[in-house]
């Protein structure tokens, strides 16, 4: 369970003095943006945040390197394979009709923010087909038993506007505290049909070599691993959801969104109540590194030799990328700054670089713009293109993309080699 994976994590951060939830445990997460903190004391309940906050720690846990992480990522969702069922699970160790909202560890992270949020929530539904989907929405908490859901429209709009234009309720199961590979299949974006629950599954199979065990719940699969599973209902009615701080770190807007009703509280013996800080660098890592298969599979479909992406944490790991390639021909790296923007269309600044770049080093990406980039030949804009909702520099989503050619001329080369030992 995830007390036990937190125990594994050299470098964590334990609080054990008593810590509110509103406002306080974000100065801690501020303060160790890049380390694990496990509090012991909200309002008597554990909680954990900046769990997944790098690459290392998520490639680690899931046996993998941090270069390989992305090739992992991509055959999960290009190959999801079955979840097993089975009769019983921890979480079903606690339960109770009898519960307040109010009184959990759900923080309020800024002052601005509309209430107190589920951020590391996954909903999980089932169509009249059958089809299950599994997604993250944020929830603000409004009263005991009540939240307003931020529904974008994809998957699980979807199936509530299905049922809402009928006067009928969506039956949902809520999971708060699940390992890294239900969140990153939680926040891939893949056709309707495919089931995130089934890409969770093959990445349990290409880290640990078994599916992941789920637990049939009034009819909705659930998987064991996790610390909270509520029942609830999402309604066709619509409530103020907002403002709340978003990856970028600024504040969203206020909108109408559904009001789902809360039900049934599941918990496991001692459970951590995951804190997902928005703006935060788990925030990045869970939302970004889903993008990355994306944007490397389109950019090999026209440069053959594609060593690397990465979408930047400067970046918020939505608006940023760098792509390392081998240039075959002139022009290679014009055609995969398009290919980047094609694979990732909320992305607005891509900068491409030669293999001899380490892309996860800011400097060297630098480095290569500064010795190999001339904005006169080399820099691509595209303006007035359909951009991120979440820039707040866009106007009604469009924006101005830009993408810089920091690789070498195929002739004459020699000249941009950098002196080596």
């Known amino acids: 369970m995830l007390g036990e994976i937190l125990q594994t994590f050299s470098d964590l951060i334990v609080i054990e003095k008593p810590v509110r939830k509103e406002l306080e445990i974000t100065r801690y997460l501020l303060k160790y943006r890049d380390r694990p903190v496990l509090f012991e004391n909200v309002d008597g309940w554990k909680v954990a945040g900046n769990i997944w906050s790098t690459r290392e720690r998520i490639a680690g846990f899931l046996n993998t390197s941090r270069e390989k992480l992305i090739h992992l990522i991509?055959?999960?969702?290009?190959?999801?394979?079955?979840?097993?069922?089975?009769?019983?699970?921890?979480?079903?160790?606690?339960?109770?009709?009898d519960f307040s909202l109010?009184?959990?560890?759900?923080?309020?992270?800024?002052?601005?923010?509309?209430?107190?949020?589920?951020t590391s929530a996954m909903v999980i539904a089932k169509d009249d087909n059958g089809f299950v989907n599994m997604s993250f929405h944020r929830m603000m908490v409004r009263d005991e038993k009540t939240v307003a859901i931020r529904l974008v429209p994809r998957h699980l709009y979807a199936m509530w506007k299905?049922?809402?234009?009928?006067?009928?309720?969506?039956?949902?199961?809520i999971v708060v505290g699940n390992p890294v590979h239900l969140l990153?299949?939680?926040?891939?974006?893949?056709a309707?049909?495919?089931?995130?629950?089934?890409?969770?599954?093959?990445?349990?199979?290409?880290?640990f070599g078994r599916p992941i065990d789920v637990l049939e719940l009034g009819g909705i699969p659930v998987p064991v691993e996790s610390e909270f599973v509520f029942e609830a209902r999402i309604t066709p009615?619509?409530?103020?959801?907002?403002?709340?701080?978003?990856?970028?770190?600024?504040?969203?807007?206020?909108?109408?969104?559904?009001?789902?009703?809360?039900?049934?509280?599941?918990?496991?013996?001692?459970?951590?109540?995951?804190?997902l800080l928005s703006g935060g660098y788990e925030h990045y890592m869970l939302m970004g590194l889903p993008k990355e298969p994306q944007i490397y599979a389109s950019v090999k479909r026209v440069v053959p030799k594609v060593h690397g992406v990465r979408l930047t944490e400067g970046g918020a790991m939505w608006l940023h990328a760098i792509v390392s390639i081998t240039k075959q021909h002139d022009g290679d790296g014009k055609n995969a700054i398009l290919a980047a923007f094609a694979g990732h269309p909320s992305l607005k600044h891509v900068v491409v670089v030669d293999e001899d770049i380490d892309i996860y080093d800011d400097r060297e990406v630098e480095w290569a713009i500064a010795t190999r980039f001339q904005a006169d030949k080399d820099l691509v804009v595209i303006p007035n293109a359909r951009g991120s909702s979440l820039d707040p520099s866009a106007e009604k989503s469009l924006t101005a993309k830009w993408g810089i050619d920091a690789t070498k001329p195929l002739k004459g080369g020699e000249k941009f080699e950098r002196a080596r030992l």
């Open 74 to 97: 991509a055959e999960a969702m290009e190959n999801p394979s079955p979840y097993r069922t089975v009769e019983d699970a921890p979480f079903r160790k606690n339960s109770t009709k």
């Open 102 to 118: 109010l009184e959990l560890p759900i923080p309020k992270y800024y002052p601005g923010d509309g209430g107190p949020y589920f």
């Open 162 to 173: 299905e049922k809402a234009d009928r006067g009928e309720e969506l039956d949902i199961r």
């Open 184 to 190: 990153l299949a939680g926040a891939t974006s893949v």
């Open 192 to 207: 309707y049909g495919v089931s995130e629950l089934e890409i969770a599954s093959k990445l349990s199979e290409l880290a």
């Open 237 to 275: 009615e619509l409530v103020d959801e907002g403002p709340f701080v978003d990856i970028t770190g600024t504040y969203d807007k206020v909108r109408k969104q559904p009001l789902v009703v809360f039900e049934k509280m599941y918990h496991v013996d001692e459970p951590v109540f995951h804190a």
